[in-house]
């Protein structure tokens, strides 16, 4: 009897396949909250600084126009809240409350509000490849929500590759993905990733995690992404090994 079950779960599996494409609903906002922890180890001289930090972010998506092959979405970023801590000192820095920002993050701040409320449109076909010019580096966490999606019909176990933009010490770069499905429902396509950095950039490391798409929008409604990136840092003539440490969630309502 239980090897029957076990037969007749692994068919019906087998034929509750999906195909994924980028359809968000028009009109629609929709709101993304992220939380990414880091942890970067800096080596000077035979000692190693640590200085951990916590960015908590708010991004709206609204659908402006759908079509079965386009869909051209407007993007802000509402608010962002930062806690950094290095060699006991702990800044701290909230958009929503600017007036208790620490001095020093002065220089880091005045860039974060002046990308704040200001609203982007972009476009994306149905597989999730972005149309027109390139998105500016605020505009990051879009990459992560808005994904490039398999042409093929995806059933449990399947695999496709992708390229994505991640953004790393303020430069963008190009990450080699390759998602696996591990389970399918009315509600969700569940996944779990790998990323590699392009082999040709000074920074290298890697990407791993999982996610949850929309199979009616697909568009990914939450996702774990754990990386760990090395790259070196020249500063007042030395070369300075970095290693970052970092785990960010996403949440889209």
Same mark, same amino acid.
């Given at each position: 009897?239980?090897?029957?079950?076990?037969?007749?779960?692994?068919?019906?599996?087998?034929?509750?396949?999906?195909?994924?494409?980028?359809?968000?609903?028009?009109?629609?906002?929709?709101?993304?909250?992220?939380?990414?922890?880091? +942890?970067?180890?800096?080596?000077?001289?035979?000692?190693?600084?640590?200085?951990?930090?916590?960015?908590?972010?708010?991004?709206?998506?609204?659908?402006?126009?759908?079509?079965?092959?386009?869909? *051209?979405?407007?993007?802000? $970023?509402?608010?962002?809240?930062?806690?950094?801590s290095q060699m006991g000192m702990k800044?701290?820095?909230?958009? *929503?409350?600017?007036?208790?920002?620490?001095?020093?993050?002065?220089?880091?701040?005045?860039?974060?509000?002046?990308?704040?409320?200001?609203?982007?449109?972009?476009?994306?076909?149905?597989?999730?490849?972005?149309?027109? *010019?390139?998105?500016?580096?605020? +505009?990051?966490?879009?990459?992560?929500? $808005?994904?490039?999606?398999?042409?093929?019909?995806?059933?449990?176990?399947?695999?496709?590759?992708?390229?994505?933009?991640?953004?790393?010490?303020?430069?963008?770069? #190009?990450? #080699?993905?390759?998602?696996?499905?591990?389970?399918?429902?009315?509600?969700?396509?569940?996944?779990?990733?790998?990323?590699? $950095? #392009?082999?040709?950039?000074?920074?290298?490391?890697?990407?791993?995690?999982?996610?949850?798409?929309?199979?009616?929008?697909?568009?990914? +409604?939450?996702?774990?992404?754990?990386?760990?990136?090395?790259?070196?840092?020249?500063?007042?003539?030395?070369?300075?090994?970095?290693?970052?440490?970092?785990?960010?969630?996403?949440?889209?309502?």
């Open positions: 009897m239980l090897v029957l079950v076990a037969l007749v779960t692994l068919s019906f599996m087998s034929k509750n396949g999906v195909t994924l494409r980028l359809q968000p609903k028009k009109g629609q906002t929709y709101t993304a909250t992220s939380k990414a922890n880091a +942890m970067t180890m800096i080596e000077v001289q035979g000692q190693t600084m640590n200085m951990s930090q916590l960015v908590e972010a708010r991004q709206t998506f609204t659908a402006k126009e759908v079509t079965e092959t386009q869909s *051209d979405i407007e993007t802000q $970023i509402e608010s962002i809240k930062m806690t950094i800044l701290e820095y909230d958009s *929503d409350h600017p007036e208790k920002t620490n001095p020093m993050l002065a220089g880091q701040t005045k860039e974060i509000e002046q990308s704040l409320n200001k609203p982007h449109t972009v476009s994306f076909d149905a597989l999730g490849h972005h149309v027109g *010019d390139t998105l500016s580096l605020n +505009m990051n966490q879009l990459h992560n929500i $808005i994904i490039e999606l398999p042409e093929q019909e995806l059933t449990v176990g399947s695999t496709w590759n992708s390229k994505s933009m991640q953004i790393v010490s303020n430069t963008k770069l #190009d990450v #080699d993905m390759e998602y696996t499905v591990t389970a399918i429902s009315k509600k969700s396509v569940d996944v779990s990733f790998t990323g590699h $950095i #392009d082999p040709d950039e000074e920074i290298t490391g890697g990407y791993s995690g999982t996610a949850s798409i929309n199979p009616q929008t697909g568009m990914v +409604m939450n996702s774990t992404t754990k990386s760990n990136i090395s790259l070196t840092m020249n500063e007042q003539g030395m070369s300075l090994p970095v290693t970052i440490v970092s785990t960010t969630t996403i949440e889209v309502k």
